[in-house]
């Protein structure tokens, strides 16, 4: 699709937008185990609490600036004026910044979990986990992102936090149901349930909410 390939070249020449989150991720969880001396033999304990929190905070970083640009120099506005269905290219924008910024972190995840349990089996199921949540996080920001689009992204991170918690909880109790091999598959299913529900609605919610910004 045009839209698709247009999305995917502006995301891929600015380098510093796509990057970036991931280096914010890489980085704290190259420090994860600097700063817990007492436990460098029990990194696991806290380490998947500490890997979704990274996941949130790189999704949240990746969307700051989804919109700003096309705002301030008129392309938005453009964009809704030529295009009968700005909803879908609301989504594919988000899907070219999960495929951009999303499945490297997810990669990564995997890796830094087997780095630090040792343990395959364990670690496979967090690279679906991983591109899942990320996907929702990022339609979550997004949403903050356009309710915050001329008052700065700070104001819509904080209003979109609260959504974004019980997601964390929900990967929280997937991963005691993994370690304990009780069930698991229910939460992937939950989360892919809820992912399916906020890729259509998230979108249109955002459309409607940029239009109101230009009117």
Do not use: C
């Amino acid at each position: 699709m045009e839209i698709l390939k247009i999305e995917f070249l502006k995301l891929r020449k600015k380098t510093r937008i796509w990057l970036g989150p991931i280096l914010v991720f890489w980085l704290i969880m190259i420090a994860y185990p600097l700063t817990v001396e007492l436990l460098q033999d029990r990194l696991q304990i806290g380490f998947f609490s500490v890997l979704w929190i990274a996941i949130l905070i790189s999704m949240m970083l990746a969307t700051e600036d989804i919109f700003t640009e096309d705002y301030n120099d008129g392309s938005l506005e453009q964009t809704i004026i030529q295009e009968s269905s700005f909803q879908v290219g609301i989504g594919l924008k988000v899907f070219v910044y999960w495929f951009l910024i999303g499945i490297p972190v997810s990669l990564l995840s995997f890796i830094f979990s087997f780095g630090t349990t040792q343990n395959f089996e364990l670690s496979l199921p967090i690279f679906p986990l991983s591109l899942i949540s990320s996907y929702i996080f990022l339609n979550i920001f997004v949403l903050g992102n356009s309710l915050s689009l001329n008052k700065g992204s700070v104001l819509g991170a904080l209003v979109t936090m609260p959504i974004a918690l019980p997601v964390l909880i929900v990967l929280g109790k997937g991963m005691t149901a993994l370690q304990f091999d009780i069930n698991f598959e229910s939460f992937i299913l939950l989360l892919l349930g809820s992912l399916s529900i906020i890729i259509v609605l998230i979108p249109i919610v955002v459309s409607y909410i940029i239009k109101a910004h230009l009117e």
